[in-house]
């Protein structure tokens, strides 16, 4: 009697994750695992999914994801799971989840569970399991917070506080998470110096965790923070990652030639330095930070190109450009601003045009980068990027304009992400492998999301597969939530 599958994904051009061209393989599916690949029979039973004239590839892993509530929020994850992501990478730009008294709240206010560490976070997840998996970065931002007793407070930590926050970072460590992330333009992150970074990520060298970085600048002084960023995985002796790659700000458009060449020296003396990139030339992040650091200060016509994404308590603000706003309440945009964060709060994102469309082309052809959508998944009018990073790269950059061939674009997105997030057994498609898996038609993939109407979900992505279980089916999600925690080295 032939070898009985659980699922049989027949006759797909079967990309592997490495970048190598396509093989025409079927898969065979057992549990979470694939256990064949090459030709099966017509009688080795199992839900049958008929590839013909489709790609096969390992499920695309998203290492720059800010969905450590939204997994409890909206478990079905369909912004992720609906482009082929099978796999987050939370905790980016220095938003953690503990302390939890010193993390911040969930964007939308949703009501999440309570832990007391990261290995309870881990726990909750197995108790709560989302539709994706989820791999998690510390963030350094709650562990001051946590430490010093304060988010705004501008000061060094004491030999005490320090001591505090690498013991917070150790047990993330110790619980499986792959590294530790800061972001440089935050609260309370901006007020860490050089050497305080590096004393916590030094907790990372013995278990080869990275460090991940939204940089002190990524305009005028891109290229200083970019060398920080290098200067703290040197004096901590960890491996580097370079969140959302760009120029931000039209008088630095083309400075990512620049800090591409920064990079590859980097690289050439011997530092594991790598990035990551959305494929779109506006950014997201809250309103309250894009004040502070002065965009509305600085430029008179910010407003027109600032776009409200999330506003609780004021959805009908949502999808406005803050000049609307101003105009309509005869305000200037700067104080527009402050009335719409002192009546919504903290939880206020925005999304913000300011990336050169040949920069984004120059930094995602690079071998330094691979993909991350950076997606915030909150309010009526999110960044487009939440629902269509993946197959944006795919159908337009990829086909359409031929910017790099497909095994390279999937590499990018799976292999390449793996063994830097050491994430083994997932970006890979073989005999062993974790069954991660997306079929998607070459030919149609393509973004639906825009900024207009941001959440819909792509086309020419019929079926996903999370851990041996179909999450997509013929382009709908099934409901299943076969997601779990995924621990650092371990699959």
């Known amino acids: 009697m032939p070898e009985q599958y659980d699922l049989i994904i027949r006759g797909g051009s079967v990309f592997d994750g490495s970048g190598a061209p396509s093989v025409d393989a079927d898969l065979g599916i057992s549990g979470d695992r694939v256990v064949r690949v ?7 039973g199992g839900e049958v999914v008929d590839a013909s004239g489709l790609a096969v590839a390992p499920g695309f892993i998203d290492v720059h994801a800010h969905d450590d509530w939204l997994v409890f929020s909206e478990p079905d994850m369909e912004g992720k799971v609906m482009q082929g992501v099978t796999t987050v990478v939370n905790g980016n730009c220095g938003w953690g989840v503990h302390p939890q008294s010193a993390a911040r709240t969930p964007p939308d206010n949703s009501p999440v569970p309570e832990w007391n560490s990261y290995g309870d976070y881990f726990k909750v997840l197995a108790e709560r399991p989302p539709s994706v998996n989820v791999a998690m970065l510390a963030g350094f931002g709650p562990l001051r917070a946590g430490a010093i007793g304060s988010a705004t407070e501008e000061r060094p930590a004491s030999v005490a506080e320090l001591a505090q926050m690498r013991a917070w970072m150790r047990e993330a460590m110790e619980s499986g998470c792959v590294g530790m992330s800061t972001g440089l333009i935050y609260e309370p992150d901006r007020y860490a110096s050089l050497d305080e970074i590096a ?3 030094s907790e990372l060298v013995e278990f080869d965790g990275l460090y991940a970085s939204h940089v002190r600048g990524e305009g005028e002084t891109l290229l200083e923070a970019h060398a920080e960023a290098m200067e703290i995985g040197r004096r901590a002796g960890v491996r580097v990652q370079i969140s959302h790659h760009k120029a931000s ?8 030639t620049q800090s591409l060449a920064q990079i ?21 992040t809250r309103l309250a930070a894009m004040a502070q650091n002065g965009q509305f200060a600085r430029d008179d016509d910010a407003g027109e190109r600032v776009l409200l994404a999330a506003v609780p308590g004021h959805a009908e603000w949502e999808g406005r450009s803050m000049a609307d706003l101003a105009s309509e309440w005869d305000l200037p945009v700067d104080q527009a601003v402050e009335r719409v964060i002192e009546q919504a709060g903290d939880g206020v994102f925005a999304v913000s045009f300011g990336i050169n469309e040949d920069d984004v082309r120059m930094v995602l052809q690079h071998p330094s980068t691979m993909i991350g959508s950076d997606g915030l998944g909150y ?4 960044h487009p990027r939440h629902y269509g990073t993946f197959p944006r790269v795919l159908g337009r950059y990829s086909r359409d304009e ?3 061939p497909l095994e390279t674009a999937l590499h990018k997105m799976t292999g390449m992400a793996a063994a830097k997030f050491h994430l083994p057994d997932r970006g890979t498609i073989r005999e062993g492998a974790i069954a991660d898996l997306v079929v998607f038609d070459p030919a149609t993939v393509i973004d639906g999301a825009t900024y207009e109407d941001s959440r819909r979900t792509p086309v020419g992505m019929p079926w996903v597969v999370v851990n041996g279980t179909v999450v997509v089916r013929d382009g709908t ?6 997601g779990r925690g995924v621990l650092r080295d371990q699959s």
């Open 379 to 382: 309010g009526s009018k999110p």
């Open 264 to 284: 590859e020296r980097a690289q050439a003396e011997g530092l594991d330095v790598t990035a990551d990139q959305y494929p779109y030339t506006a950014s997201s």
């Open 38 to 44: 090459g030709a099966i029979g017509e009688d080795a």
């Open 249 to 256: 700000g039209q008088e630095w458009w083309g400075k990512v």
């Open 199 to 201: 004393s916590v990520a």
């Open 402 to 404: 031929g910017l790099l």
């Open 477 to 482: 999600h099934t409901g299943a939530r076969p």
